[in-house]
């Protein structure tokens, strides 16, 4: 599967942003899918993921409440939805995915997603 992301930007603190991660393919509902951030000098992060069906969701206490991770599985699409943003959510966002048997598997390590797009560049300013 190939993944590209879209929907970066630069944005005031308190904005919004909706990121996109479109996948080739006819098999994305078989992919467990996860956005990832790094910010500079910092380790890559995961801010959500979420299963196959789109029934289980994951988020880190540092985005919970802010972010949200949706998925449209006949548009091969998978979103980041991100308000409230904070300067320091200031990073390079990544789509990645992961094609699994396991409907339930979701996962916030970065080496279980063999698959991963280009990253977009998020700015948060103050």
């Known amino acids: 599967v190939q993944l590209q992301a879209s929907g970066g930007g630069l944005v005031q603190a308190g904005g919004s942003l909706r990121l996109s991660c479109a996948a080739s393919?006819?098999?994305?509902?078989?992919?467990?899918m996860g956005w990832f951030r790094q910010a500079p000098g910092k380790e890559r992060e995961c801010v959500a993921s979420?299963?196959?069906?789109?029934?289980?969701?994951y988020y880190p206490d540092s985005v919970k409440g802010r972010f949200t991770i949706t998925r449209d599985n006949a548009k091969n699409t998978v979103y980041l939805q991100m308000n409230s943003l904070k300067p320091e959510d200031t990073a390079v966002y990544y789509c990645?995915?992961?094609?699994?048997?396991?409907?339930?598997?979701?996962?916030?390590?970065?080496?279980?997603?063999?698959?991963w797009g280009q990253g977009t560049l998020v700015t948060v300013s103050s």
């Open positions: 990645a995915a992961r094609n699994t048997l396991i409907a339930t598997f979701t996962s916030q390590h970065s080496y279980d997603y063999p698959h």
């Open positions: 393919g006819r098999t994305f509902s078989y992919y467990a």
């Open positions: 979420i299963t196959r069906n789109g029934v289980i969701t």
